[in-house]
């Protein structure tokens, strides 16, 4: 395996949450975020191009809830003991 490969995917920090994950995430390589903040991101992307919610997506969408992240959907969520 050449190094270059090597390097590609290595562990880092989430952008935006912290947790220790792989640099890259389904092809986007660099991008260091987790899988749920990376779905976030997507989800974000989806909403800001007006591509309709499925309801499980609803809500889930950071957007919708007026959120930066998912991971503070669910951090509400067990507060408000859900």
Do not use: Y
């Not at 890259?24 to 660099?30: L, R």
């Amino acid at each position: 395996m050449s190094k270059f490969r090597r390097a590609s995917n290595v562990l880092a920090k989430c952008r935006c949450c912290g947790k220790l994950t792989h640099s890259s995430v389904q092809g986007c390589h660099g991008i260091e975020l987790c899988r749920m903040c990376f779905d976030s991101a997507e989800q974000w992307n989806a909403h800001s191009d007006g591509i309709p919610h499925n309801e499980v997506d609803k809500e889930t969408c950071p957007t919708c809830a007026g959120v930066e992240c998912i991971h503070e959907i669910k951090t509400i969520a067990k507060a408000e003991g859900e």
